[in-house]
């Protein structure tokens, strides 16, 4: 029976007949109704349910993107993390299409607040259902709606950046494709996966599929990952064969907190203390939101307090 009665929630729950790839689809349904109005309620949730799994070729909803998207990340670092994330979102884009995006993530970052979720936990699970109707929107020609999506921020303090010199003691403690692997990051400000994929074509790293749901991007070579551009591609597993040497050594040098992705934010900090504006970060680091470049805005304001405490 699609509705029941949720005794712990003590409110009726729809549950559908079908599922989103192997995760049910259920729904809190509001509180105070009575049965009757339950039932009709659930009818019209599976009716909506159905004509998307078993009708409506050409209707473009927000359930196909996803159960695309997890298909083309099943074997992908986190995989189970990201099936996690994207079954919390399965009632609020039950029978939804694309275009209700927006109203999707509205109605889902009012649900999670009140269930007292971090602004951090929407983000990482809106920023997936971003990440999926883009790709879904790049493979079909459709123009995305994606960007029309309100994002909260995540919840983070000041962000953690190594300096150039922080940088170079790590990367002096590492061999071969390491070091080569930990300069690249630095100087391109590639995440690792991109890193792991990319290749090299004239003065340019080029990577394919982002996890923006870019098709192509494509960064400058900086000149000094000439001597290392012979590591690409990187062979080997990421987490043995980069990760697992570079925790180490920032564990040997007290570098506390500080990741392989650190050194994306790294790339952004060297950018602002060379001069470089939050428009400059954006396009390196390939940010589409402007919420995403802010997390930086605190390093402007150093550069700009540092360089108006040189004034004698």
Known sequence: ?????????????????????????????????????????????????????????????????????????????????????????????????????????????????????????????????????????????????AHWMDIPAPEKGPTLALTRKQMLAVARKLKGKVRAFVLVAFYSGMRAGEIMRCTVEGDEFVVRGTKNGDAEARTPVHPKLAPYLRHIPFPGTYRASYYKPYERVVGSLGLEGVTMHTLRHSTASAIISNGGSLADVGAVLRHKSAASVMRYAHMHTEAKRKALGRIK
């Open 1 to 145: 029976m699609p509705v029941h009665y949720d005794k712990a929630k003590s409110r009726w729950r729809w549950q559908s007949s079908s599922s989103l790839g192997n995760l049910r689809v259920s729904k809190l349904l509001p509180r105070g109704i009575k049965e009757a109005e339950a039932k009709a309620i659930g009818d019209k949730l599976e009716a909506r349910k159905a004509v998307e799994v078993y009708g409506l070729e050409g209707a473009h909803t927000i359930e196909k993107a996803l159960m695309q998207y997890l298909g083309e990340q099943q074997k992908a670092k986190g995989y189970r993390e990201l099936v996690s994330h994207i079954h919390r979102l399965a009632p609020y884009v039950a029978g939804r299409t694309i275009e209700e995006c927006a109203e999707v993530a509205k109605e889902y970052t009012a649900a999670a607040r009140a269930e007292g979720l971090s602004d951090t936990t929407v983000h990482v699970r809106l920023s997936y259902l971003r990440a999926a109707l883009n790709r879904y929107c790049k493979g079909n020609k459709l123009p995305s709606p």
